[in-house]
Every structure is written in structure tokens, then in C-alpha cells.
């Protein structure tokens, strides 16, 4: 993401304009829009046209338009970003007050106007504009027959292809067809790695199974590159990194990113950051229950006692539609920073995100214990979500 102009006043209301230049920076432009915001961007329009005879036809017109944002739908698999508002500014093509679908593109600027900038948003920007914040990692989980590519940015967990084969057992006497299955499976997750893997980018490249799966594989793909003289593997191949997962499934990423081995290794990575922050959590909660607080009358009430180490936060909660309850997140944020305390915004499109909103998306490590919330001060809580 480009930063290309910033105004904003001390109030906090202002504008902001910016470049989308890759893929996960739409995840980025979602998490900072909110319906009421205005945004200005270039769009295509159907426009109805009369001639001279009267016949009526139609052409599509590209014209820059200013919305009033109403509704946000953001696609996390193709990383498109709608946003439906209605027309705010004078358009020779479109009317005062209609209704407009704009389709933010890459590589093509907008304009994102707030009442207010608040210091989550304005760190998101901060982020997405950061270069050193593109570690990117890609991961191969596998078991006989099924394997998930995945690329692991620090914004999100974006599965890329998920391969299956079916392995025939292996028979008494005769092993040829599961060999000859397993060979098409291999060749079927090495042609994956070379489509959806971008070796310019990505930094080390994760191989997880269970048992000697990921190490036949291995064995496979460097044989295979050496016979087919493929220059890209052979060149990377220092990038990939064999761990054990449970499974072939999505889900067993979070054992291989938890893993200390691969911590060390990817220690300059936000992902890495988030898993470890969770896992820490967990240890806590069962060593130390008075210091590992979950769920927001909990955390508001450790934080007013300057008690929170680490807050840990989903970025799903600052996209509540409610200005209060939004605000309330914020404040706890920032309330945190302002006393010392770290605060891990946790995206919600990764698997240690997905992990936090079963938690009701906050938790917290406490610097000191604190005596568990009454029973009646949780109630009011859960009343208010």
C-alpha cells in the first residue's frame, strides 16, 4: 500500500489518500472503512444515452465518484472489495443521493474521508504502508493423499490450493498402484509449489505431515528438480524447513507456526508474533489463572487496574457496525498503550485470529494476579454484547 496524501486535523476528522498495490492490501482498505465514511474513487458506470432521433442506448463510462459508505463486502479468497453508498458530490453521469457499487482496483487510487481517526486505524495504515512488514512465509501441509498451500502474510492466512489424490492401500505382494498414486500426488503438490509460491517474496516455505510423509516428499521434490533441471527449487532450496503437523487439514498450521523451531526461524514475522502471544495466553490461563484474563468486562477491569502485560485483540471487533461498542475497543487499546502494556491486533483471517474469537475476541496477560470478576459484573457484560 502507497500513502500518497494524509490531512488530517486535530480533531481527528480528515482524509487520507492511498494506493492499493497488492492483493492483501485490500484486506487492509476493509479493516479501514465504516459505513458513514466518504469514499472517492475512480468507478465505471452504466449511462443510459438519447440521440438526436430518439433512440436510447447505453455505454459504460469511467468517472470518479464520492460515496456515502453503507454497505462493505469484502471476498477473502479473491481479495476483492466492494463498497454500495450513495452518490454524495455532482457527477455529470450520476445523480445526487443514487445508489453506486464501487469495486476498489490496484494500482488505482482512492480517497477515504473519517469524522474521525482513531489510533487503530490510523496504525493499520501505518502497517499496510510498511515494507518490512512483507515476511511473507508459505506452508505445505500435508498427509498421504491431501496437502493445503498456503501463504502466511502478516495480515492473513490465504489458502492458495488444496490437492487431493486418492492413495490405494498398499496390497500384500504388490505395491506398485499406491507407489504409482503417491508419485501423482508428489508431482501433483510440487507443480502446486512452483504455480502459488512466489520465491522473490516468500522467505522459507514450511513442510508439515505427520510421520515420514513430508520427508518422502521432500526426497521426491529434489530428485524431481534435479531431473527436470528445475532452476527455481534448486535455488530455494535452503527455504524449505521440515516440522511435524497432526494432520493434512488448514487447521494444523497452527501447530507448525507454534512450533519453536520455526519461531526462531520466523521471529521478524508478525504471524509468528500472534501464535506465540496466544500460546503464552494458554500457558498462563492453566499455570496461572489470575493472570490470564478473556472477554471484555474481564479485560476493561484488569486494564483500569494497570494491570494488562499483553493485550491481545481481534481486529473483527473494530469492525462493529456500533460506534459505542467500536469506541469501547479503542479506548482499551489505547488505555494499554498509554500505561506500558503491548498490544497484539490479531487478524481474523489467521488461524491464531480465528483461535482469539472463540474467546470473544480480547484476552489478556496480566502483569500481576487480580481476583476473578463477580459473577454479576460478567452478566452485565454479556448483556451488552
Known amino acids: 500500500m502507497k500513502l500518497l496524501h494524509k490531512d488530517i486535523e486535530k480533531d481527528n476528522a480528515g482524509q487520507v489518500t492511498l494506493m492499493p498495490e497488492e492483493a492483501e492490501d485490500m484486506w487492509h482498505t476493509y ?7 466518504s469514499l472517492r474513487a475512480s468507478t465505471i458506470r452504466k449511462v443510459q444515452t438519447e440521440s438526436s432521433t430518439g433512440s436510447v ?45 464501487i469495486e476498489l482496483e490496484l494500482n488505482r487510487k482512492f480517497t477515504l474521508a473519517k469524522k474521525v481517526w482513531d489510533s487503530v486505524v490510523l496504525d493499520r495504515i501505518e502497517q499496510a504502508c510498511d515494507p518490512v512488514q512483507k515476511a511473507d512465509v508459505a506452508a505445505v501441509v500435508m498427509q498421504e ?30 505395491c506398485s498402484q499406491h507407489d504409482k498414486a503417491l508419485d501423482r500426488f508428489y508431482e501433483a503438490v510440487m507443480q502446486g509449489i512452483l504455480r502459488h509460491f512466489n520465491f522473490e517474496v516468500v522467505k522459507c ?98 486494564s483500569e487496574a494497570l494491570a494488562i502485560d499483553i493485550l491481545l485483540i481481534s481486529d473483527k471487533l473494530f469492525r462493529h457496525q456500533d460506534i459505542a461498542t467500536r469506541s469501547r475497543y479503542v479506548r482499551l487499546v489505547d488505555s494499554v498503550r498509554e500505561n506500558g502494556g503491548i498490544v497484539r491486533i490479531f487478524s481474523s483471517l489467521h488461524v491464531s485470529g480465528e483461535q482469539l474469537n472463540q474467546l470473544s475476541g480480547v484476552a489478556a496477560i496480566l502483569r500481576f494476579p487480580i481476583a476473578e470478576v463477580s459473577e454479576a459484573e460478567d452478566d452485565s457484560s454479556s448483556d451488552e454484547d
Open 31 to 37: 479493516n479501514l472503512l465504516q459505513v458513514g465514511d
Open 57 to 101: 442506448g447505453s455505454s459504460r463510462v469511467r468517472t470518479t465518484l464520492t460515496l456515502c459508505v453503507e454497505t462493505i463486502d469484502f471476498d477473502s479468497q479473491a481479495c476483492q472489495l466492494r463498497v454500495k453508498g450513495t452518490n454524495i458530490q455532482e457527477n455529470q453521469y450520476v445523480k445526487m443521493g443514487a445508489y453506486h457499487t
Open 145 to 174: 493423499g491431501l496437502a493445503n498451500l498456503v501463504l502466511v502474510t502478516p495480515a492473513m492466512t490465504l489458502l492458495r490450493t488444496k490437492i487431493e489424490v486418492t492413495i490405494p492401500r498398499k496390497r500384500k505382494g504388490s
Open 205 to 302: 516455505v514450511l513442510v508439515g505431515s505427520p510421520g515420514f510423509v513430508k520427508d518422502q516428499f521432500i526426497s521426491y521434490l529434489f530428485k524431481e528438480a534435479v531431473r527436470q533441471d528445475c532452476k527455481i527449487l534448486l535455488e530455494n532450496r535452503s527455504k524449505f524447513m521440515l516440522v511435524h503437523s497432526s494432520s493434512g487439514h488448514k487447521y494444523s498450521l497452527k501447530e507448525i507456526l507454534c512450533d519453536p523451531a520455526v519461531t526462531s526461524r520466523l521471529s521478524d514475522t508478525k504471524a509468528a508474533g500472534e501464535v506465540k502471544a496466544l500460546e503464552d495466553f494458554y500457558k498462563m490461563l492453566q499455570q496461572e489463572p489470575d493472570r490470564a484474563f478473556y472477554g471484555l468486562a474481564h479485560v476493561e477491569k484488569a
